[in-house]
């Protein structure tokens, strides 16, 4: 299949390999966390779930950019990652810190 066309399931060019080829070590596991996490929300199998985008980021403080009403939230540059994964036709956002404790997903 070329490179330039989604893939399978509609996985983006190049595979989810593609993807991750992009961040780091810790990024890969935490875009694999943030699959379960939404597998588990979703009540789909991780397997079912395709990563399409993946990548290191800095949000503007602990919400991770999604803050929950009546929270109170630091306001500190919080280092992390954003990962695209696709379920059931559908696309979400999930967000996490660098450390996987805070897992957002939209």
């Known amino acids: 299949e070329p490179a330039d ?3 399978p ?3 983006p060019p190049g595979g989810e390999e593609a993807v991750l080829s992009g961040i780091d070590q810790t ?3 935490l875009a694999e966390q943030a699959r379960r996490a939404l597998g588990d929300r979703i009540e789909v ?3 079912a779930i395709t990563l399409v985008e993946a990548e290191a980021v800095q ?4 919400s991770l950019g999604c803050p ?3 929270m109170v939230y630091a306001q500190v540059i919080t280092p ?3 990962v695209v994964v696709r379920a059931e036709g559908a696309e979400h956002v999930v967000r996490t810190d660098e450390t996987g404790s805070v897992v ?3």
Do not use: I, K, L, S
Not at 59 to 62: E, L, S, V
């Open 59 to 62: 949000f503007p403080d602990t």
């Open 5 to 7: 066309e989604a893939g």
């Open 80 to 82: 992390g990652y954003r």
């Open 27 to 29: 990024g890969r596991d």
């Open 45 to 47: 199998p991780a397997t």
């Open 68 to 70: 929950e009403p009546g």
């Open 104 to 106: 957002r997903v939209e």
């Open 9 to 11: 399931q509609g996985a």
